[in-house]
Nanobody, 124 residues
Framework: QVQLVESGGGLVQAGGSLRLSCAAS????????MGWFRQAPGKEREFVAA????????NYADSVKGRFTISRDNAKNTVSLQMNSLKPEDTAVYYC?????????????????WGQGTQVTVSS
């Protein structure tokens, strides 16, 4: 099983940008599809973005399409989420997740490993 550690969260003004990173341990990172989920206070954890093991297939939640970009570097065992044009409603704890190699995890039941989460706060 792969272990995941997120970094890069913080406080940003609306319209700003942040880049989240997730470092994975283990030799099998490249065999996993990867994804990001988020959970706002009082809400369920929701899908944000996913990427296949080769990085060819990428999926995004409608709420972030055109603003967020997921990428991965299999040589460095990392996956990133570039977040632009941030909105207050993007405020949440963001979780890195490992899942099926072909698509990455797009629903919670597909997730095999979770990171501990990193807080993103967007002020208006």
């Amino acid at each position: 099983q792969v272990q995941l550690v997120e970094s890069g969260g913080g406080l940003v003004q609306a319209g700003g940008s942040l880049r989240l990173s997730c470092a994975a341990s283990g030799r099998t990172f490249s065999s996993y599809g990867m994804g990001w989920f988020r959970q706002a206070p009082g809400k369920e954890r929701e899908f944000v973005a996913a990427i296949s093991w080769r990085g060819v297939i990428r999926n995004y939640a409608d709420s972030v399409k055109g603003r967020f970009t997921i990428s991965r570097d299999n040589a460095k065992n990392t996956v990133s989420l570039q977040m632009n044009s941030l909105k207050p409603e993007d405020t949440a704890v963001y979780y890195c997740a490992a899942g099926p190699s072909t698509t990455g995890p797009t629903i919670r039941t597909m997730v095999r490993s979770w990171g501990q989460g990193t807080q993103v706060t967007v002020s208006s």
